[in-house]
């Protein structure tokens, strides 16, 4: 069939205003969402904040609770009890269960927030890709506990890599979580401490805005300061900021696309009923209706959108960006539609290529990166050989401003503009069309060594 003729659903469709769609279906019933991500130096107490903070947000039944603390002392490790919340949701994610997770999702009075990573899981960075790459803001956790917030911020922490990582990837608000401040007696010059050196970091290396940056004494153990204001003596006696659950609520929800092209990104098929192929992924920006023709690329197969279910809408016929939804296909084969494909308006296809020009931010590696570097090119959930085949310049990390031409290689630490080559042809956007398709890590030995952003496709 022809590329250019639209079908009538379509002509229906151009005559809709994006904008005033969305807010018509979403804006008036519906909860922003929100997509965190919880980073931070092994042990920082993610998995206890976020247990704790599910179980007293009601996404955790008493007797359930009570299940895990029986369990935990009986293995004589109480204190674990409310990262046994999490581990639960670890095992079902295992399973498969992408569309619903349903303990690691909690509303506040004008949010539904998702978390993105199981911060039980030790290994983050893995996780990152898929999920985290997804994140809207980030909470970093630190342990306020003296001593160990000097290992987790200075050498060979996980802090430092995660906060960057996270704002390689698009977050630009955090929320920093001073935690087991317990452990200090809610010492308030302590919280300064913290909070000063951390602020520091965060706005001359990382690049985020003070504005943008709040900072919490909590303490996941004891619940302190979690859902309600403090109730500790001692804490109460300087503290009078926001609790956690406030600040998750004054984040800012991202922009919502909408008036773009469609790019629905599929990162899952699935046999349907009878002839359909299922797919679950992401609308990244614009609209799509039931009824639609629709462009499966890189593979250049047309699609009818049979139906479209959200995971964040009751009715759901319409999907809007920013929504993850599971998307029933007609007239295609599975085999015609894989991760990382990218369903499209057949007058307004993605961009397919092999070669690209990107910003680089390189990590702490061992290697430093050279020409004919071998890397696995990681985007949203889609994984791909590919190789640096050019340096064209060392960059300022935060300014972007070129430092020199034509380095020899990237050391650790760096920032530079690369030519990158995937072994096979694959959708992308420029990063300033459509961030979500125009942002990436690569991989190498089973390490991220660097996030980059699109900024040219050759
Ligand atoms: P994660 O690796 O960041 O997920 O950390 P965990 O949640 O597993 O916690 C690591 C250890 O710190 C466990 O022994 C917890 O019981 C302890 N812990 C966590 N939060 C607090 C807190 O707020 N205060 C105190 N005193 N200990 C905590």
């Not at 949701?89 to 990573?117: A, N, Q």
């Not at 614009?286 to 629709?294: P, S, T, Y």
Request: aromatic letters at 6%; one cysteine or more; hydrophobic letters at 40%.
């Amino acid at each position: 069939p022809s590329l250019s003729k639209p079908s009538p659903r379509e002509s229906h469709k151009a005559k809709l205003d994006p904008v005033a769609e969305y807010e018509k279906e979403r804006k008036s019933s519906q909860k922003q969402c929100l997509n965190m991500v919880v980073i931070g130096h092994v042990d920082a107490g993610k998995s206890t904040l976020m247990g704790h903070l599910l179980f007293k947000m009601g996404q955790v039944n008493q007797k359930t609770m009570h299940k895990y603390e029986q369990e935990s002392k009986k293995v004589g490790k109480q204190s674990f009890a409310f990262a046994w919340v999490l581990d639960e949701t670890g095992e079902e994610r295992t399973r498969g269960i992408t569309m619903d997770v349903g303990l690691s999702k909690f509303e506040t009075k004008t949010k539904s927030v998702t978390l993105l990573d199981a911060p039980g899981h030790k290994d983050f960075i893995p996780n990152m890709i898929t999920g985290a790459s997804q994140a809207d803001v980030a909470l970093l956790v630190v342990d306020a506990t003296r001593g160990e917030f000097e290992t987790g911020f200075e050498s060979g922490g996980q802090t430092r890599e995660h906060a960057l990582l996270a704002r390689s990837l698009g977050v630009l608000q955090m929320g920093v979580v001073v935690n087991k401040l317990d452990n200090e007696g809610w010492s308030k010059q302590r919280f300064e401490e913290i909070s000063h050196k951390i602020s520091a970091f965060l706005t001359k290396h990382v690049g985020l805005r003070d504005a943008d940056v709040v900072y919490i004494p909590c303490s996941g153990l004891t619940g302190e300061n979690l859902i309600s204001p403090p109730t500790n003596d001692a804490l109460k006696s300087w503290y009078s900021g926001p609790c956690l659950v406030d600040v998750i609520e004054k984040f800012r929800p991202p922009e919502r696309p909408v008036s773009k092209p469609l790019r629905l990104s599929v990162t899952d098929v699935f046999k349907g009923v009878s002839s359909l192929v299922n797919v679950s992924g992401k609308v990244e920006c614009g609209f799509v209706q039931a009824g639609e023709r629709l462009l499966i690329m890189p593979q250049a197969e047309q699609c009818i959108l049979k139906a479209v279910a959200c995971e964040n809408a009751s009715s759901g016929m319409t999907a809007f960006a920013g929504d993850q939804v599971v998307a029933s296909l007609a007239g295609i084969e599975a085999q015609n539609v894989s991760l990382g494909s990218v369903l499209c308006e057949p007058q307004c296809p993605v961009p397919v290529a092999t070669r690209f020009v990107a910003r680089l931010v390189v990590f702490g590696i061992e290697i430093p990166i050279t020409r004919g570097f071998p890397v696995i090119f990681h985007q949203n959930s889609m994984s791909e050989q590919a190789m640096v085949v050019k340096l064209i310049a060392s960059v300022h990390r935060s300014t972007g401003e070129i430092l020199k031409n034509k380095p020899r290689c990237l050391l650790k630490n760096s920032s530079a503009l690369v030519v990158l080559e995937v072994a096979r042809p694959i959708c992308i956007e420029l990063y300033k069309d459509v961030k979500e398709l125009g942002r990436f890590t690569l991989r190498c030995s089973g390490a991220t060594i660097a996030a980059g952003m699109i900024t040219e496709i050759l």
